[in-house]
């Protein structure tokens, strides 16, 4: 939308037309979320302390070759200046790329498994912070 060079319109919308073929075909998600809680009480339990910290990841990747994608159809919406192509791909090209896809997606995981792990550890240094706050209040 908005583009005055229709070619690269067209193309711009041929592009977003594949990229969402393999989002739909080809996305790779991980969730991660670590839940921390903790309350502590004096002796005589009237001051009572609780705090918590929740931290959650979430990664999305999605690359494919499409191999055979191509244009059908196309449409421009006149008033909108909207530039709309369908893209299609027969099954057979479907399924070859997502059987090459596999080794992809098992990188991808491993990529976001380690990354994720950093996420974790900065939680883990805040948890140890907290910890010696609590024992050492006047620091």
Do not use: C
Request: proline share 2%; glycine share 2%; no cysteine.
């Amino acid at each position: 939308m908005g583009i005055r060079n229709e070619p690269l319109a067209w193309d711009a919308a041929e592009n977003r037309a594949r990229a969402k073929m393999v989002k739909t075909l080809s996305t790779y998600t991980a969730y991660l979320i670590r839940d921390y809680a903790v309350s502590t009480a004096r002796f005589d339990l009237k001051q009572i302390a609780e705090e918590q910290h929740i931290e959650e990841a979430t990664k999305t990747f999605a690359a494919a070759t499409l191999s055979g994608a191509r244009p059908v159809d196309r449409y421009k919406d006149e008033k909108k200046g909207i530039y709309y192509v369908v893209v299609k791909m027969e099954l057979d090209d479907v399924t070859g790329m997502l059987m090459q896809s596999k080794e992809l997606n098992r990188q991808m995981r491993d990529f976001v498994r380690k990354n994720a792990d950093r996420a974790f550890e900065r939680l883990e240094k805040e948890e140890q912070k907290r910890e010696a706050l609590q024992q050492n209040p006047s620091e």
